[in-house]
């Protein structure tokens, strides 16, 4: 199982990135898919999720309206389009897989292991 990210990078206030996330090794059309962040000193918060299926989309609210996840089941890719950053955004990024309930009653999560984001002039 692999959760490799890549786009993050330097950018200036204002400014936008797109983070990829490719899948591999899980059946990744029926995972629900998710980006973290993480910055120096703060616990790990859940930026946004896409579920299965419908592909459902639900944002935490210091990044609605500035952020948008999107996947590609046929490239096995989850994105985080990123708009309008901040400094506060800056933070390391990684992608989350989290499974259906399995037949023991319990769930499989995977990780990727991030990619670094820094917003400053």
């Known amino acids: 199982v692999q959760l490799v990210e890549s786009g993050g990078g330097l950018v200036q206030p204002g400014g936008s990135l797109r983070l990829s996330c490719a899948a591999s090794?899980?059946?990744?059309?029926?995972?629900?898919m998710s980006w973290y962040r993480q910055a120096p000193g703060k616990e790990r918060e859940l930026v946004a999720v896409?579920?299965?299926?419908?592909?459902?989309?639900r944002y935490a609210d210091f990044v609605k309206g500035r952020f948008t996840i999107s996947r590609n089941n046929a490239k096995n890719t989850v994105y985080l389009q990123m708009n309008s950053l901040k400094p506060e955004d800056t933070a390391v990024y990684s992608c989350?897989?989290?499974?259906?309930?399995?037949?023991?009653?319990?769930?499989?999560?995977?990780w990727g292991q991030g990619t670094q984001v820094t917003v400053s002039s």
């Open positions: 090794g899980f059946t990744f059309t029926v995972y629900h």
């Open positions: 896409i579920t299965s299926g419908l592909g459902g989309t």
């Open positions: 989350n897989a989290l499974s259906p309930v399995l037949g023991s009653g319990q769930r499989n999560t995977y």
